[in-house]
Protein backbone atom coordinates (compact mmCIF):
# COMPACT_ATOMS: atom_id res chain seq x y z
CA UNK A 1 0.00 0.00 0.00
CA UNK A 2 2.56 2.22 1.11
CA UNK A 3 4.60 1.33 -2.57
CA UNK A 4 1.24 2.14 -4.12
CA UNK A 5 1.34 5.52 -2.60
CA UNK A 6 4.80 6.77 -2.73
CA UNK A 7 5.02 5.45 -6.35
CA UNK A 8 3.17 7.76 -8.11
CA UNK A 9 3.76 10.72 -5.86
CA UNK A 10 7.62 10.60 -6.17
CA UNK A 11 6.81 10.75 -9.80
CA UNK A 12 4.65 13.68 -9.41
CA UNK A 13 6.79 15.21 -7.12
CA UNK A 14 9.89 14.34 -9.24
CA UNK A 15 8.65 15.57 -12.60
CA UNK A 16 7.21 18.78 -11.39
CA UNK A 17 10.56 19.57 -10.38
CA UNK A 18 12.34 19.18 -13.33
CA UNK A 19 9.98 21.07 -15.06
CA UNK A 20 10.70 23.95 -12.60
CA UNK A 21 14.55 23.45 -12.92
CA UNK A 22 15.48 22.41 -16.17
CA UNK A 23 15.13 23.65 -19.95
CA UNK A 24 13.22 21.28 -21.65
CA UNK A 25 12.00 20.80 -25.05
CA UNK A 26 8.79 20.74 -26.34
CA UNK A 27 8.57 17.23 -26.84
CA UNK A 28 10.16 16.48 -22.86
CA UNK A 29 7.97 18.56 -21.45
CA UNK A 30 4.51 17.27 -22.75
CA UNK A 31 6.19 13.54 -21.59
CA UNK A 32 6.68 14.82 -18.47
CA UNK A 33 3.65 15.97 -18.40
CA UNK A 34 1.78 13.09 -19.53
CA UNK A 35 3.41 10.66 -16.46
CA UNK A 36 2.59 13.32 -14.13
CA UNK A 37 -1.15 13.67 -15.19
CA UNK A 38 -0.80 9.29 -15.22
CA UNK A 39 0.82 9.38 -12.12
CA UNK A 40 -2.13 11.26 -10.44
CA UNK A 41 -4.90 9.31 -12.17
CA UNK A 42 -2.47 6.25 -10.38
CA UNK A 43 -3.06 7.64 -6.95
CA UNK A 44 -6.55 8.87 -7.29
CA UNK A 45 -7.29 5.65 -8.10
CA UNK A 46 -5.58 4.21 -5.29
CA UNK A 47 -7.21 6.40 -2.62
CA UNK A 48 -10.69 5.78 -3.71
CA UNK A 49 -10.25 2.00 -3.17
CA UNK A 50 -9.33 2.83 -0.10
CA UNK A 51 -11.64 5.04 0.92
CA UNK A 52 -14.44 2.26 -0.63
CA UNK A 53 -12.95 -0.44 1.48
CA UNK A 54 -12.76 1.44 4.84
CA UNK A 55 -16.51 2.27 4.24
CA UNK A 56 -17.30 -1.20 3.62
CA UNK A 57 -15.28 -2.39 6.50
CA UNK A 58 -16.93 0.16 9.22
CA UNK A 59 -20.39 -1.02 7.30
CA UNK A 60 -21.05 2.27 5.77
CA UNK A 61 -22.00 2.14 2.36
CA UNK A 62 -25.54 2.73 1.85
CA UNK A 63 -27.25 1.65 -1.50
CA UNK A 64 -28.62 4.85 -3.46
CA UNK A 65 -31.18 3.43 -6.35
CA UNK A 66 -32.07 5.29 -9.51
CA UNK A 67 -32.68 4.93 -12.98
CA UNK A 68 -30.17 5.28 -15.59
CA UNK A 69 -29.26 3.92 -19.09
CA UNK A 70 -27.28 0.89 -18.63
CA UNK A 71 -26.04 1.41 -22.51
CA UNK A 72 -25.32 5.08 -21.65
CA UNK A 73 -22.70 3.77 -18.92
CA UNK A 74 -21.37 1.43 -21.45
CA UNK A 75 -20.71 3.97 -24.09
CA UNK A 76 -19.23 6.37 -21.35
CA UNK A 77 -17.11 3.38 -20.13
CA UNK A 78 -15.73 2.96 -24.04
CA UNK A 79 -14.76 7.29 -23.70
CA UNK A 80 -12.89 6.99 -20.40
CA UNK A 81 -10.91 4.16 -21.21
CA UNK A 82 -9.94 4.11 -24.82
CA UNK A 83 -7.22 5.73 -24.23
CA UNK A 84 -5.49 4.69 -21.99
CA UNK A 85 -6.02 1.27 -23.98
CA UNK A 86 -4.37 3.06 -27.23
CA UNK A 87 -1.50 4.39 -24.81
CA UNK A 88 -0.86 0.66 -24.07
CA UNK A 89 -1.35 -0.56 -28.17
CA UNK A 90 -4.09 -2.31 -27.62
CA UNK A 91 -7.35 -2.05 -28.45
CA UNK A 92 -10.96 -1.71 -26.42
CA UNK A 93 -14.07 -2.80 -27.91
CA UNK A 94 -17.65 -2.49 -26.48
CA UNK A 95 -20.81 -4.91 -27.85
CA UNK A 96 -24.24 -3.79 -26.51
CA UNK A 97 -27.75 -3.93 -27.15
CA UNK A 98 -29.05 -1.27 -30.15
CA UNK A 99 -31.74 0.21 -27.57
CA UNK A 100 -31.68 1.25 -24.14
CA UNK A 101 -31.13 -0.93 -21.17
CA UNK A 102 -32.84 1.54 -18.47
CA UNK A 103 -32.48 -0.21 -14.84
CA UNK A 104 -33.37 0.88 -11.85
CA UNK A 105 -30.24 0.21 -9.23
CA UNK A 106 -26.98 1.91 -7.50
CA UNK A 107 -25.67 3.52 -10.98
CA UNK A 108 -22.20 4.71 -8.74
CA UNK A 109 -21.76 0.98 -7.37
CA UNK A 110 -22.50 -0.44 -11.20
CA UNK A 111 -19.85 2.02 -12.82
CA UNK A 112 -17.05 1.39 -9.78
CA UNK A 113 -17.69 -2.05 -10.45
CA UNK A 114 -17.13 -1.84 -14.51
CA UNK A 115 -14.40 0.35 -14.08
CA UNK A 116 -12.35 -1.75 -11.73
CA UNK A 117 -12.58 -5.00 -14.03
CA UNK A 118 -11.97 -2.43 -17.14
CA UNK A 119 -9.21 -1.41 -15.25
CA UNK A 120 -7.62 -4.49 -14.89
CA UNK A 121 -8.08 -5.79 -17.98
CA UNK A 122 -6.30 -2.93 -19.75
CA UNK A 123 -3.54 -3.36 -17.21
CA UNK A 124 -2.71 -7.04 -17.49
CA UNK A 125 -3.09 -6.72 -21.43
CA UNK A 126 0.36 -6.14 -23.21
CA UNK A 127 -1.20 -7.27 -26.56
CA UNK A 128 -4.33 -7.67 -28.71
CA UNK A 129 -7.64 -6.04 -27.49
CA UNK A 130 -10.30 -5.74 -24.29
CA UNK A 131 -13.96 -6.33 -25.00
CA UNK A 132 -16.76 -4.89 -22.82
CA UNK A 133 -19.95 -6.59 -23.34
CA UNK A 134 -23.62 -5.84 -22.49
CA UNK A 135 -25.97 -8.79 -23.01
CA UNK A 136 -29.41 -9.34 -21.02
CA UNK A 137 -31.87 -12.28 -21.31
CA UNK A 138 -35.73 -12.35 -19.33
CA UNK A 139 -33.96 -12.63 -15.72
CA UNK A 140 -30.27 -11.66 -15.92
CA UNK A 141 -28.33 -8.73 -17.32
CA UNK A 142 -24.20 -9.79 -18.27
CA UNK A 143 -21.76 -7.65 -18.41
CA UNK A 144 -18.89 -9.03 -20.02
CA UNK A 145 -15.11 -7.84 -19.40
CA UNK A 146 -12.73 -9.85 -21.58
CA UNK A 147 -8.94 -9.38 -22.26
CA UNK A 148 -6.26 -11.68 -23.99
CA UNK A 149 -3.41 -10.63 -21.48
CA UNK A 150 -1.50 -13.02 -19.22
CA UNK A 151 -4.38 -14.97 -17.85
CA UNK A 152 -4.27 -16.29 -14.08
CA UNK A 153 -3.68 -20.04 -13.02
CA UNK A 154 -6.85 -21.84 -12.19
CA UNK A 155 -5.85 -22.68 -8.79
CA UNK A 156 -5.84 -18.92 -7.87
CA UNK A 157 -8.92 -17.86 -9.28
CA UNK A 158 -10.55 -18.32 -6.32
CA UNK A 159 -8.45 -16.26 -4.36
CA UNK A 160 -8.76 -13.20 -6.35
CA UNK A 161 -11.34 -11.70 -4.46
CA UNK A 162 -10.10 -11.66 -1.01
CA UNK A 163 -8.74 -8.72 -0.03
CA UNK A 164 -4.57 -7.58 -0.64
CA UNK A 165 -4.86 -10.46 -2.67
CA UNK A 166 -2.57 -10.11 -6.06
CA UNK A 167 -0.72 -12.91 -8.38
CA UNK A 168 2.59 -10.95 -8.10
CA UNK A 169 3.91 -9.97 -5.13
CA UNK A 170 7.66 -8.55 -4.35
CA UNK A 171 10.04 -6.86 -5.72
CA UNK A 172 9.69 -8.84 -9.32
CA UNK A 173 6.23 -7.48 -9.05
CA UNK A 174 4.98 -5.83 -12.62
CA UNK A 175 1.84 -4.53 -12.49
CA UNK A 176 0.95 -1.40 -10.15
CA UNK A 177 -2.10 -2.32 -7.87
CA UNK A 178 -3.33 -2.52 -4.31
CA UNK A 179 -5.29 -5.62 -4.23
CA UNK A 180 -8.23 -4.33 -3.23
CA UNK A 181 -9.73 -3.96 -6.53
CA UNK A 182 -11.94 -7.22 -6.52
CA UNK A 183 -12.36 -7.42 -3.51
CA UNK A 184 -14.59 -4.04 -4.27
CA UNK A 185 -16.54 -5.39 -6.76
CA UNK A 186 -17.29 -8.81 -5.40
CA UNK A 187 -18.51 -6.50 -2.10
CA UNK A 188 -20.37 -4.02 -4.11
CA UNK A 189 -22.15 -7.43 -6.26
CA UNK A 190 -23.04 -8.79 -3.06
CA UNK A 191 -25.10 -5.50 -2.16
CA UNK A 192 -26.93 -5.43 -5.90
CA UNK A 193 -27.84 -8.82 -5.39
CA UNK A 194 -25.36 -9.99 -8.20
CA UNK A 195 -22.30 -12.22 -8.40
CA UNK A 196 -19.06 -12.36 -10.22
CA UNK A 197 -17.48 -15.42 -12.12
CA UNK A 198 -14.08 -15.27 -13.72
CA UNK A 199 -12.72 -17.82 -16.93
CA UNK A 200 -9.23 -17.60 -17.13
CA UNK A 201 -5.60 -19.62 -18.02
CA UNK A 202 -2.78 -18.52 -17.90
CA UNK A 203 -1.10 -16.93 -20.61
CA UNK A 204 -4.62 -17.21 -22.83
CA UNK A 205 -6.50 -13.91 -21.55
CA UNK A 206 -9.45 -13.82 -18.95
CA UNK A 207 -12.72 -13.00 -19.05
CA UNK A 208 -15.02 -12.08 -15.55
CA UNK A 209 -18.72 -12.16 -16.05
CA UNK A 210 -20.57 -9.91 -13.75
CA UNK A 211 -24.52 -11.26 -13.24
CA UNK A 212 -27.07 -8.87 -11.79
CA UNK A 213 -31.23 -9.53 -12.06
CA UNK A 214 -32.85 -7.86 -15.22
CA UNK A 215 -34.63 -4.71 -13.65
CA UNK A 216 -35.14 -3.42 -16.81
CA UNK A 217 -37.62 -0.82 -16.88
CA UNK A 218 -39.79 0.11 -19.18
CA UNK A 219 -39.94 3.77 -19.89
CA UNK A 220 -37.88 6.55 -20.46
CA UNK A 221 -35.36 7.43 -17.85
CA UNK A 222 -35.44 10.74 -16.42
CA UNK A 223 -32.60 12.90 -18.07
CA UNK A 224 -29.03 12.94 -17.15
CA UNK A 225 -26.13 14.58 -19.02
CA UNK A 226 -24.30 12.34 -20.56
CA UNK A 227 -20.86 11.89 -22.00
CA UNK A 228 -21.42 10.59 -25.47
CA UNK A 229 -23.99 13.59 -25.92
CA UNK A 230 -21.77 16.85 -26.91
CA UNK A 231 -23.64 20.03 -26.73
CA UNK A 232 -22.27 22.08 -28.91
CA UNK A 233 -20.99 25.67 -27.75
CA UNK A 234 -20.14 29.17 -29.29
CA UNK A 235 -18.21 31.70 -27.79
CA UNK A 236 -20.89 34.26 -29.16
CA UNK A 237 -23.70 32.89 -26.65
CA UNK A 238 -20.91 32.47 -23.66
CA UNK A 239 -19.79 36.07 -23.84
CA UNK A 240 -22.75 37.34 -22.55
CA UNK A 241 -22.83 35.02 -19.72
CA UNK A 242 -21.94 35.51 -15.91
CA UNK A 243 -20.83 32.60 -13.65
CA UNK A 244 -20.45 32.89 -10.15
CA UNK A 245 -17.66 30.22 -8.49
CA UNK A 246 -18.26 30.07 -4.65
CA UNK A 247 -15.31 28.40 -4.16
CA UNK A 248 -12.56 28.53 -1.01
CA UNK A 249 -9.84 26.38 -2.33
CA UNK A 250 -7.26 29.00 -4.63
CA UNK A 251 -6.28 25.86 -6.62
CA UNK A 252 -9.57 24.65 -7.37
CA UNK A 253 -10.87 28.23 -7.73
CA UNK A 254 -7.75 28.76 -10.07
CA UNK A 255 -8.64 25.90 -12.15
CA UNK A 256 -12.24 26.57 -12.88
CA UNK A 257 -11.32 30.05 -13.18
CA UNK A 258 -8.67 29.27 -16.07
CA UNK A 259 -11.11 26.56 -17.83
CA UNK A 260 -13.91 29.40 -18.25
CA UNK A 261 -11.85 32.17 -18.98
CA UNK A 262 -10.74 30.59 -22.89
CA UNK A 263 -14.73 30.02 -23.34
CA UNK A 264 -14.77 33.91 -22.49
CA UNK A 265 -17.47 33.51 -19.60
CA UNK A 266 -17.81 36.02 -17.09
CA UNK A 267 -16.51 35.26 -13.75
CA UNK A 268 -17.39 35.94 -10.29
CA UNK A 269 -16.34 34.65 -7.13
CA UNK A 270 -17.20 33.71 -3.98
CA UNK A 271 -15.17 32.57 -1.14
CA UNK A 272 -17.88 31.27 1.42
CA UNK A 273 -21.24 30.38 1.09
CA UNK A 274 -22.55 34.04 2.65
CA UNK A 275 -20.57 35.69 0.10
CA UNK A 276 -22.58 33.50 -2.45
CA UNK A 277 -25.96 34.32 -1.28
CA UNK A 278 -25.05 38.14 -0.90
CA UNK A 279 -23.80 38.00 -4.89
CA UNK A 280 -26.29 36.04 -5.97
CA UNK A 281 -28.99 38.43 -4.61
CA UNK A 282 -27.85 41.68 -5.49
CA UNK A 283 -25.89 40.98 -9.33
CA UNK A 284 -27.08 39.19 -12.71
CA UNK A 285 -25.31 35.41 -12.02
CA UNK A 286 -26.77 33.29 -14.93
CA UNK A 287 -25.15 29.79 -13.48
CA UNK A 288 -23.48 29.34 -9.90
CA UNK A 289 -20.54 26.53 -9.55
CA UNK A 290 -20.87 25.81 -5.83
CA UNK A 291 -18.61 23.86 -3.52
CA UNK A 292 -19.98 22.05 -1.02
CA UNK A 293 -17.41 22.66 1.52
CA UNK A 294 -17.34 26.30 2.49
CA UNK A 295 -16.71 28.30 5.46
CA UNK A 296 -19.90 30.41 6.98
CA UNK A 297 -22.32 28.65 5.16
CA UNK A 298 -21.71 25.46 3.64
CA UNK A 299 -22.67 24.78 -0.23
CA UNK A 300 -26.46 23.15 0.94
CA UNK A 301 -27.59 25.70 2.86
CA UNK A 302 -26.11 28.28 0.61
CA UNK A 303 -28.19 26.66 -2.48
CA UNK A 304 -31.51 26.73 -0.30
CA UNK A 305 -31.09 30.38 0.35
CA UNK A 306 -30.27 32.01 -2.81
CA UNK A 307 -33.21 30.15 -4.18
CA UNK A 308 -35.78 31.66 -1.60
CA UNK A 309 -34.60 34.91 -4.06
CA UNK A 310 -33.79 33.38 -7.70
CA UNK A 311 -35.31 30.14 -7.39
CA UNK A 312 -34.51 29.04 -11.16
CA UNK A 313 -31.05 29.94 -11.18
CA UNK A 314 -29.15 26.85 -11.95
CA UNK A 315 -26.45 25.86 -9.18
CA UNK A 316 -24.08 22.89 -9.97
CA UNK A 317 -22.67 21.35 -7.13
CA UNK A 318 -18.76 20.35 -7.05
CA UNK A 319 -17.42 18.26 -4.66
CA UNK A 320 -14.16 16.40 -3.14
CA UNK A 321 -16.12 14.36 -1.51
CA UNK A 322 -17.78 11.47 -3.32
CA UNK A 323 -20.01 10.27 -1.01
CA UNK A 324 -23.53 9.20 -2.62
CA UNK A 325 -25.25 10.56 0.41
CA UNK A 326 -24.02 14.20 -0.50
CA UNK A 327 -25.26 13.79 -4.28
CA UNK A 328 -28.64 13.07 -2.88
CA UNK A 329 -28.75 16.05 -0.85
CA UNK A 330 -27.26 18.47 -2.81
CA UNK A 331 -30.28 17.54 -5.40
CA UNK A 332 -32.53 17.75 -2.93
CA UNK A 333 -31.56 20.67 -1.87
CA UNK A 334 -32.18 22.27 -5.67
CA UNK A 335 -28.75 21.38 -7.20
CA UNK A 336 -29.42 20.86 -10.76
CA UNK A 337 -26.35 19.01 -11.23
CA UNK A 338 -23.73 16.95 -9.02
CA UNK A 339 -19.90 16.92 -10.11
CA UNK A 340 -17.24 15.29 -7.98
CA UNK A 341 -13.50 15.98 -8.48
CA UNK A 342 -11.44 16.23 -10.34
CA UNK A 343 -13.53 17.64 -12.70
CA UNK A 344 -12.61 16.92 -16.05
CA UNK A 345 -12.52 19.82 -18.77
CA UNK A 346 -14.62 18.56 -21.04
CA UNK A 347 -17.08 17.18 -18.70
CA UNK A 348 -17.81 20.46 -16.54
CA UNK A 349 -18.13 22.35 -20.20
CA UNK A 350 -20.92 20.33 -21.10
CA UNK A 351 -22.74 20.45 -17.87
CA UNK A 352 -22.06 24.24 -18.23
CA UNK A 353 -23.76 24.32 -21.70
CA UNK A 354 -26.52 22.10 -20.75
CA UNK A 355 -27.55 24.75 -18.01
CA UNK A 356 -26.66 28.10 -19.77
CA UNK A 357 -29.18 27.55 -23.00
CA UNK A 358 -31.98 26.44 -20.72
P1 LIG B 1 -4.96 -5.05 -8.26
O1 LIG B 1 -5.32 -5.10 -9.72
O2 LIG B 1 -4.97 -3.65 -7.72
O3 LIG B 1 -3.70 -5.77 -7.95
P2 LIG B 1 -7.42 -6.53 -7.82
O4 LIG B 1 -8.11 -6.92 -6.55
O5 LIG B 1 -8.21 -5.74 -8.79
O6 LIG B 1 -6.09 -5.80 -7.42
O7 LIG B 1 -6.94 -7.86 -8.54
C1 LIG B 1 -6.26 -8.85 -7.76
C2 LIG B 1 -5.29 -9.63 -8.63
O8 LIG B 1 -6.02 -10.43 -9.57
C3 LIG B 1 -4.37 -8.78 -9.47
O9 LIG B 1 -3.26 -8.31 -8.75
C4 LIG B 1 -3.98 -9.78 -10.55
O10 LIG B 1 -2.97 -10.64 -10.05
C5 LIG B 1 -5.26 -10.58 -10.75
N1 LIG B 1 -6.07 -10.07 -11.88
C6 LIG B 1 -7.17 -9.29 -11.80
N2 LIG B 1 -7.67 -9.02 -13.03
C7 LIG B 1 -6.86 -9.65 -13.91
C8 LIG B 1 -6.84 -9.76 -15.34
N3 LIG B 1 -7.76 -9.18 -16.11
N4 LIG B 1 -5.84 -10.49 -15.90
C9 LIG B 1 -4.90 -11.08 -15.14
N5 LIG B 1 -4.86 -11.02 -13.79
C10 LIG B 1 -5.82 -10.32 -13.17
Known amino acids: MSHEIRTPVNSIVGFINLLKTTQLDEQKRTYFLEIIEKSSLRLLNTISNIIDISK ?196 SYLYLFNLLAKEKIKIKRAVNGKEAVDICVKENIDLVLMDIKMPIKNGIEATQEIHKHKPHLPIIMQTAFAYPEDKEKALSAGCVEYVTKPIPAEFILEVLWKWLKK
Open 56 to 251: IETKQVTILKREFDLVETIKECEILFKESALSKGISLRINYPNNHLIINTDKTKLESIIHNLLINAIKFTDSGEVLLELHKDPDKIYIIVKDTGIGIDEELIDKLFDRFYQVETGYTKKYEGTGLGLSIVKEYLNMLNGKISVKSKKGEGSTFIVEIPNIEITKNPKTEISRTNKNKKTNEFTQTKTILIAEDDES
